[in-house]
């Protein structure tokens, strides 16, 4: 028996926490449903006090007929007693009397109901305040809500914390384009070092092809110069 008594609070407690983190996520419902209990506890307090506001007129109805009644009896005993007809007095005074307790239970009845007539009316009004500064007070209370997590967005936006898809995905794209600026840049250098080291193969070349021309020029300033080559005359047949 404890131990169902103490799952049934577990599960009471468990349920109490869902709800009210349900009721934290949509305060707008929450104050809703409060607005909407009491506009029907207004709406029973108003049928009931119609009730009372009705039974009051017609006991008021009910009690102007008997008093007039009761004057009507009363003439007609003085005239009964003048004229000395005992028996006509006598049931004159019979209704006359219980005319005069009617008389004074409607009365009564009719006091009561007139203070809970005034008691519905001061609840009624007393309903009608309650709701209408609920209803300021939930759009009060929303704008400051609203505002509030304004703020907090803005501060975890500023801090880079923001769990926000946009947020995120605005990083993302900040991110990608910082990422192929840089690979564009890297590229560009990559490309410009390059350049510079097939110029430099070139030069290097020239440089080489200048520096042999001139050791071939040396080269040919430093061999001695060659004699012409004289070939001696043929001996004539005169002499042979």
Request: charge should be positive; aromatic fraction near 2%.
């Amino acid at each position: 028996m404890n131990v169902i008594a103490r799952l049934r609070n577990l599960l009471r407690g468990v349920l109490a926490r869902w709800i009210g983190r349900r009721e934290h996520r949509n305060p707008e419902a929450v104050y809703e449903a409060a607005i909407e209990e009491r506009l029907a506890h207004y709406a029973k307090l108003r049928a009931a006090a119609a009730g009372v506001l009705y039974m009051r007129s017609k006991l008021t109805k009910e009690l102007e007929l008997k008093s007039g009644e009761l004057g009507r009896v009363r003439r007609e005993l003085a005239t009964a007693v003048d004229q000395d007809d005992d028996r006509v007095a006598l049931t004159l005074i019979g209704r006359r009397d219980l005319l005069g307790q009617s008389i004074e239970r409607v009365s009564d009845e009719l006091r009561q109901l007139t203070k809970e007539a005034e008691a519905a009316k001061t609840n009624l009004v007393a309903f009608h305040d309650e709701i209408a500064r609920l209803r300021e007070e939930k759009v009060r209370m929303l704008a400051r809500l609203a505002n509030a997590r304004a703020r907090l967005r803005l501060q975890e936006v500023l801090s880079g914390l923001s769990p926000d898809a946009d947020i995120r995905a605005l990083e993302g794209v900040r991110d990608h384009i910082n990422r192929l600026v840089t690979e564009t840049q890297l590229s560009g250098e990559l490309g410009d070092t390059e350049l510079e080291r097939r110029l430099g193969r070139i030069r290097e070349a020239e440089a080489e092809s200048a520096a042999r021309a001139q050791l071939d020029e040396l080269k040919r300033a430093r061999k001695p110069a060659l004699l012409p080559l004289v070939v001696p005359p043929a001996a004539s047949s005169s002499a042979s």
